[in-house]
């Protein structure tokens, strides 16, 4: 239940790129069922500790607790295996909608979920998106559709944690606050949500706010 069980506990951590310090002694915790914004201007090394929280970048200091074990630089199967990550720019070597919707089953860490034509229409009507979405290629559709489409994704994947950056950048006023309601309903679930955003509206939804000072 929230506030009850600490999932994540970042311990200063330091994200560094060669000799290029971006994030420093950077701490916090996100409990169960809590919505976190992490906010800061550009350059100030939001997307990187959400790349070094699933292990693309090492972390040069600091420890990373996910549900209480310790998580090291180079063995971070645990929070892969827990946590969907939406990046903010995601690029897919696919043509048509329903190769996307496919492709993160397809992964180690997913095998095992199982997913049906009903479970998927069923959520992309829940996003707002009419089910023959599936049947498109994906340069018939827009940039906000797409950014719901992957939302479908996350949800479906179903993980204790889910890492989101700048979640509402594709989308209109009316979507984002579908979207909005959608992962509160998924934090009173029990999700842990930690999102790096620009976006003052959503930060101002979220259980708490933390912002990253520029180096």
Known sequence: MKGELCLLDIRNLTVAYNTQVVVRDFSMRLQRGELVAVTGASGSGKSSLLRALMGFVPASMGEIFFDGVRVCNGHMEKIRRCTAYL???????????????????????????????????????????????????????????RQRMLFAVVAMLDKELILLDEPTSALDGGSVTLIVDFIKEMCKSGKSVLAVTHDKYFASVCDRVINIPTL
């Open 87 to 145: 990046p903010q720019d995601l690029s897919f070597p696919c043509e048509w909608v329903s190769e996307v919707l496919e492709t993160p089953f397809l992964f180690k860490n997913n095998k095992n979920i199982t997913v049906t034509k009903d479970g998927w229409q069923a959520m992309l009507m829940r996003l707002g998106l009419d089910k023959s979405i599936m049947a498109k290629r994906l340069n018939e559709i827009s940039g906000g559709q």
